[in-house]
C-alpha cells in the first residue's frame, strides 16, 4: 500500500524560505501526478498545486504562483515544495496527495506543520 509522508516544515519569518518534501512508499510514484494541499487554522483545505507524473508539467493556485514551485524526483519517489517569499498568511499545514485522476486525490500524507511570523 502506497504510503506518503511530508516533511521540512518549521517556523520562519516572512520573507523567508521553506523547501517541503514528500516521500512515497511502493513502485508506483512515478505513474501519477501529485499535488499539494494546505488547511489554515479554522479553514477548509485547499489546493496549493500539483505536478503530473513526469514532472514537466505544473499548476498553481494564484495566491502561490510566482512563489512557489513544485518538482518531482521519481527516482527518489520525491516530490518537492519550495516555497519562497513566505508570507503569514501562508501558515498552515501542508499536505501532498497522490493524483487519481478527474481531479480526485486517493492518498494523502499526515501533513507538515508551516508557521511563518511577521
Known amino acids: 500500500q502506497v504510503q506518503l509522508v511530508e516533511s521540512g516544515g518549521g517556523s520562519v519569518q516572512a520573507g523567508d524560505s521553506l523547501r517541503l518534501s514528500c516521500t512515497a512508499s511502493?513502485?508506483?510514484?512515478?505513474?501519477?501526478?501529485m499535488g499539494w494541499f494546505r488547511q489554515a487554522p479554522g479553514k477548509h483545505r485547499v489546493f496549493v498545486g500539483r505536478?503530473?507524473?513526469?514532472?514537466?508539467?505544473?499548476t498553481y493556485a494564484d495566491s502561490v504562483k510566482g512563489r512557489f514551485t513544485i518538482s518531482r524526483d521519481n527516482a527518489k519517489n520525491t516530490v518537492h515544495l519550495q516555497m519562497n517569499a513566505l508570507k503569514p498568511d501562508d501558515t498552515a499545514v501542508y499536505f501532498c496527495?497522490?493524483?487519481?485522476?478527474?481531479?480526485?486525490?486517493?492518498?494523502w500524507g499526515q501533513g507538515t506543520q508551516v508557521t511563518v511570523s511577521s
Open positions: 505536478i503530473n507524473w513526469r514532472g514537466d508539467s505544473t
Open positions: 511502493g513502485r508506483t510514484f512515478s505513474s501519477y501526478g
Open positions: 496527495a497522490r493524483d487519481s485522476g478527474g481531479g480526485s486525490y486517493d492518498i
